[in-house]
């Protein structure tokens, strides 16, 4: 399946199988860093694959080998970025990406292999989990480049990992290896080098099994308890919806008689 969106990029790729979209950050000659027509992408796409009734999970991830996404593209900050002006449209753009990512309502998987960096490892915290290979290396280097975070991703990232740790990794603007992610909370499921595309397949397809109105109802009821949920999205609605739906008969009546349930997200 394709998706159409507006502005296009041609360094974002997505495929679609057995209700599992894959978008890839694919950049390769720059380690996968983020430019600003990718940042500008985003929200379309993620609107796209929103609406989309036969996508359960998402999984975002990096082309290659050697990096999720290395951060913004540093060759646009002397352009697009030169001034305050500038900076604030170009922030506005990452911040935009970042909600759009937050705000699926379908679960997002971020699969993280080798540099996870600056607007990268934002974009990964802006997913519902992460899951990282034993090599995976993440930091926020704003304070090195003197660029300022917007404020409203900082939500989204102290939402993910707390407050102390968010401002350990700002304030030192160090990089942390894959078991120091695992421990502070960056990362949830941490897997040698040569199993991650099966852990993230895995992963996916257990969530995609799952009533999708169930999911959905949880991520937002769990989103708005850490003041990231979406300003339109009511989560006592979505729950008292789970509850009026054939996916909640289909799910009684095969626990009565011990089959699988194959919930249809109606």
Wanted: contains cysteine; charged residues 20%.
């Amino acid at each position: 399946m394709t998706y159409s969106f507006s502005p296009a990029s041609s360094k974002l790729a997505v495929s679609s199988s057995a209700g599992i979209a894959t978008v890839t950050i694919d950049n390769l000659l720059k380690h996968n860093a983020l430019d600003l027509e990718m940042w500008k992408a985003f929200p379309a796409l993620m609107e796209a694959l929103d609406r989309d009734p036969q996508v359960r999970v998402v999984i975002l991830r990096g082309a290659g080998q050697e990096s999720f996404a290395s951060g913004a593209d540093i060759a646009e900050f002397a352009t697009v970025r030169a001034d305050a002006e500038g900076g604030r449209l170009y922030e506005a753009a990452n911040e935009a990406a970042f909600w759009a990512v937050a705000h699926c309502s379908k679960p997002v998987i971020a699969m993280i292999r080798g540099f996870c960096l600056g607007g990268g490892f934002g974009l990964a915290l802006s997913c519902d989990l992460r899951v990282a290979s034993e090599s995976a290396i993440f930091g926020i280097p704003a304070a090195r480049l003197g660029v300022g975070y917007p404020p409203g991703a900082m939500k989204l990232v102290t939402a993910a990992v707390g407050a102390p740790a968010a401002k350990d990794l700002f304030f030192t603007a160090r990089r942390i290896g894959a078991q120091e992610a695992y421990r502070l909370g960056v990362v949830q499921r941490l897997v040698p080098d040569a199993e991650l595309e099966q852990a993230i397949q895995a992963l996916a397809e257990s969530i995609a099994e799952n009533a999708p109105l169930t999911i959905r109802a949880a991520k937002a009821a769990i989103d708005d308890a850490v003041g990231v949920g979406h300003p339109n999205v009511d989560p006592l609605a979505l729950a008292d919806r789970c509850f009026d739906s054939a996916d909640a008969v289909e799910g009684r009546e095969a626990f009565l008689r011990k089959r699988r349930p194959v919930f249809t997200g109606r």
